[in-house]
């Protein structure tokens, strides 16, 4: 999903390496990724792939990157939550293996982008909370809840996961347009689409 410039975000997120992303048409993106066997926790491989996923987003400028994006068909995704306005920064982080539990109705509309979908947005619904299960690089328990824009990340790359765009959760295609027309007519307007 892209984001903005990020600025404040320590180096540690950029030691891995930029990979290619995969753009839609790529079969990849439309497979559902494999589950991390719990013996590849703690390993070069996976810690790669993280470090890899965290710069390559950051380096793209997105909120978050999921590992068939960059054509690795398992189960992980990287995000970081910029502080913005009233909202909290969340570090960067890899999810291995994720569940989520969707709290309430998908009825919360936000603009989403994709990186491997560029240039385009559009308005999807999404679940204004999600549980979250899953697990670090190691194997280390992760369980937290996210609201807001942070669930709103974490759905768009558990999407991608399950081989599922943003596109394919668009209720009204109206509001789809190029990044341009979007930053001119769109951006901080509320459209009349509804769910």
């Known amino acids: 999903m892209p984001g903005r410039e990020r600025a404040d975000v320590n180096t540690r997120a950029l030691d891995g390496r930029h990979r290619t992303i995969v753009r839609m048409g790529n079969p990849v993106l439309r497979e559902r990724a494999q589950d991390v066997p719990h013996d590849r ?14 710069r390559t987003m950051f380096e793209d400028n997105g909120a978050g990157l999921a590992a068939p994006q960059v054509g690795s068909s398992v189960r992980v995704f990287a995000y970081y939550i910029p502080g913005e306005g009233d909202r909290d920064q969340v570090a960067p982080r890899v999810l291995v293996n994720p569940v989520l539990t969707l709290v ?42 996210a609201e807001g824009f942070h669930a709103r990340v974490i759905q768009h790359e558990y999407d991608h996961l399950d081989g599922v765009i943003f596109l394919d959760r668009m209720t009204d295609m109206s509001s789809l347009m190029f990044e341009e027309e979007w930053e001119q007519f769109a951006k901080g307007k509320d459209l009349p689409v509804e769910v």
Do not use: I, Q
Not at 41 to 54: A, I
Not at 123 to 141: L, Q, W, Y
């Open 104 to 145: 309430g109705e998908p009825t919360e509309l936000g603009w989403e982008g994709c990186l491997s979908v560029p240039g385009l947005r559009g308005m999807v619904p999404r679940h204004p909370t999600v549980k979250v299960s899953a697990f670090d690089t190691d194997g280390n328990e992760l369980t937290f809840e």
């Open 41 to 54: 926790f703690g390993t070069r491989f996976l810690r790669d792939l993280g470090r890899d996923l965290l």
